[in-house]
């Protein structure tokens, strides 16, 4: 049962897709990253094209996937153990360094020590995240000055400036692709709050 792979985001969303679904909340950021790619396309550069994978049973039904957009680190989903050690082979024989992994506490699995046994690497756990639920949307009164715009295209330069400076502040110094804040405006999932005409924060 090996790894399936693709650098077409299409043929990932058709096979992968149905599995993310299945579990929306631990499977955010694959499927809002999945979306962005079929909205952008895999591009033609060999050396940024994002490899996606897929892992099938017997029976041929997906049990785990995984996502690589370069620079970022892999994102792995929850996959059985033999997936997981298959999958060490897979990022090793690729040409470009693995710099970090992301993965659920479950989505890990057997993939440190197999990367261990595999590269003579560790995997070190830097930084937890949870997901938090909104229980209740309280409105603040009185409403803060200001208001909410939708950007125009001339944004994308100030906000990957934003995008930068906000991965420095978390530790996470990733160089953002503009692109991917264009693709954030064309399809209206930014938003700027101004005061006094002047941009003070936006919200992706």
């Given at each position: 049962?090996?790894?399936?792979?693709?650098?077409?985001?299409?043929?990932?969303?058709?096979?992968?897709?149905?599995?993310?679904?299945?579990?929306?909340?631990?499977?955010?950021?694959?499927?809002?990253?999945?979306?962005?790619?079929?909205?952008?396309?895999?591009?033609?550069?060999?050396?940024?094209?994002?490899?996606?994978?897929?892992?099938?049973?017997?029976?041929?039904?997906?049990?785990?996937?995984?996502?690589?957009?370069?620079?970022?680190?892999?994102?792995?989903?929850?996959?059985?153990?033999?997936?997981?050690?298959?999958?060490?082979?897979?990022?090793?024989?690729?040409?470009?360094?693995?710099?970090?992994?992301?993965?659920?506490?479950?989505?890990?699995?057997?993939?440190?020590?197999?990367?261990?046994?595999r590269t003579g690497a560790a995997v070190v756990a830097e930084r937890g995240r949870r997901l938090h639920?909104?229980?209740?949307?309280?409105?603040?009164?009185?409403?803060?000055?200001?208001?909410?715009?939708?950007?125009?295209?001339?944004?994308?330069?100030?906000l990957v400036a934003w995008y930068e400076a906000f991965g420095r502040d978390v530790g996470e110094p990733?160089?953002?692709?503009?692109?991917?804040?264009?693709?954030?405006?064309?399809?209206?999932?930014?938003?700027?709050?101004?005061?006094?005409?002047?941009?003070?924060?936006?919200?992706?």
């Open positions: 049962m090996p790894w399936r792979t693709t650098t077409d985001p299409e043929r990932y969303a058709e096979r992968a897709g149905p599995f993310l679904r299945a579990r929306p909340m631990e499977n955010t950021v694959a499927l809002t990253v999945t979306e962005g790619l079929r909205a952008r396309g895999a591009g033609d550069d060999a050396e940024t094209a994002p490899l996606l994978g897929w892992w099938e049973d017997g029976g041929g039904a997906v049990t785990g996937a995984f996502l690589w957009t370069r620079p970022r680190p892999p994102l792995l989903t929850a996959m059985p153990d033999e997936a997981a050690r298959a999958l060490a082979d897979v990022l090793a024989a690729d040409a470009r360094p693995v710099a970090g992994l992301n993965a659920t506490a479950s989505g890990a699995g057997a993939f440190p020590r197999a990367w261990h046994e639920r909104l229980d209740a949307l309280v409105a603040p009164d009185p409403p803060p000055r200001g208001r909410a715009v939708r950007p125009a295209s001339d944004r994308t330069p100030p990733v160089p953002v692709d503009a692109r991917h804040v264009e693709d954030r405006l064309a399809s209206g999932g930014l938003l700027l709050w101004e005061v006094d005409g002047e941009p003070v924060s936006s919200r992706a």
